[in-house]
Every structure is written in C-alpha cells, then in structure tokens.
C-alpha cells in the first residue's frame, strides 16, 4: 500500500512500548500469551514488543497473537551509552534481530544477576520457558545515541525516545536538550500524562510527533496510556506515515 493515493482510513488504538518477561525488569507474568489476552482486553489493534537490548521474545509474541486480529510490531528499548533509551520497531522480525545482533556485540561485558536486576525469560508462543537470557540486557551499550538512531534506521525501522517526561534514562534528562541532528521519528511521552497534556508541558519542542505509551512491566500496565493512529493499515510503514502526518494520516489522541 502506498503513501498516497485511493485509501481507507481508520482509527487504531496502540501501546508501541511493552516488556515481557525477558526483561528483568517486568514481572514473569509477562508471557506471550498473557500480553496478547491483556492487550485484546484492552481492545488494542497494535502493540510494539519492546525489551531492553533484546528482541528474542518478539517471535513467541507475535505468534501468540497469530489469527486474533492484534498486530505485534517487533522492537526493543536500546539503552545508549548516554543512558538513554529508544525504542526501536521494525517492519519485520528479521530487522528486530539484525538490531539485535548490532546490540549484543555492543553490551557491557558480565552476566546478568538474577538476585539483583531479575530474571530474563527466553518463552515461547504457548507461555513455556525455552531458557534464560544471561546477558547483561539491563545495562547501557557502548553505542552512542546517534548510532543507535542510524543503526534503528539502517534496519529501516523508526526511532522513538522513550518516556521524555522522565529524568532517569531519558534524552532530556540524561542529555537536557534533544540534539538537532538527532534523526527520531517521534517522542514519546510516559503514561503519567496525557497526550495533551505532554504537548503542553514540551510545547517548546518543534518538528517531532508525540505518542504516548505504557511502558508496560505488568499486565495491569498494558493499554494504560495508548495512542490512536488514523492510518490505513497496522503495518509499520503506515505508523511511519502517520507520524509524519502522510495523505491524510496522524495521531488522533
């Protein structure tokens, strides 16, 4: 489907920022199959799978949700070494994973340690436990914020900063500003806010798109703050359309 031309629009509702169990910092709770059923509860069309530093749960995601009419778009949240976080969502999951493999091979050396940081469940479509993650998934990569952009890019993806109204692991607050040669296609804003409401407060802040999201670590979180998409379609080109306002296309609330 292209850009423009002779379409159908319509209102989607996506949470784009969602953890599972592989993160150590989400509740084990977070299974493929409880995420989707959490997500349909909601009445959600779109969700963004998006774990620290790693995309191994996308596939049992978006399998789980396979014939249910929820789309799941695969993505991680890539932890910079300026200790900020953006989100990647990719097309396919063949992107997610070659993003992946640039990410891993730029971690911080070390294990993860279960006692302190949590568990990192690798699970399959049907909630069963297929191993342990032991990289060090919660800590910054030896990427800068600019490569990780170029990198999300690369992969033809979109780049979003995550949760900007928040000091910790946010452009504004690790960085104070948000560089002009930083290419991101949008910024979110964190579920402690409305959309209008972080309009507002960053009115200040020209030329990006806003989203919302839950930045989801429980089930309870999933759908808390989501954002509807006028599109043509779930698909991720059609969310990059409508963050740039494309034929018609944007952001509703």
Excluded: W
């Excluded at 690369?154 to 960085?175: P, T």
Aim: charged share 25%; glycine share 10%; aromatic share 6%.
């Amino acid at each position: 489907m292209g850009e423009n031309g002779d379409i159908s629009l319509r209102v989607l509702l996506a949470d784009l920022h969602i953890h599972t169990c592989l993160s150590p910092c989400a509740t084990l709770d977070m299974t493929p199959c409880k995420i989707v059923k959490a997500a349909l509860k909601k009445r959600l069309d779109i969700i963004g799978i998006t774990d620290h530093n790693s995309a191994e749960n996308t596939a049992a995601v978006m399998a789980a949700a396979r014939g249910t009419g929820l789309t799941v778009i695969p993505g991680m949240e890539i932890t910079t070494s300026e200790e900020v976080h953006i989100i990647g969502l990719f097309e396919d999951i063949d992107g997610a994973l070659a993003m992946q493999t640039l990410v891993y091979d730029r971690l911080q050396p070390g294990e993860n340690d279960e006692d302190l940081f949590g568990m990192q469940v690798v699970a399959n479509e049907f909630d069963e436990v297929e191993g342990m993650n032991t990289r060090l998934l919660i800590g910054a990569t030896r990427m800068h914020i600019d490569q990780v952009i170029d990198g999300i890019h690369h992969m033809k993806g979109l780049a979003v900063a995550a949760h900007i109204d928040r000091e910790a692991f946010s452009v504004l607050g690790q960085l104070g500003f948000i560089p002009e040669y930083l290419n991101l296609d949008a910024l979110e804003i964190s579920r402690r806010m409305t959309l209008g409401q972080g309009r507002r407060l960053f009115s200040h802040i020209e030329g990006f798109p806003f989203i919302t999201s839950s930045d989801a670590h429980d089930l309870e979180d999933i759908g808390t703050r989501p954002t509807a998409f006028r599109m043509a379609g779930s698909e991720l080109p059609e969310l990059g359309y409508a963050l740039k306002g494309t034929g018609g296309r944007g952001i509703e609330y």
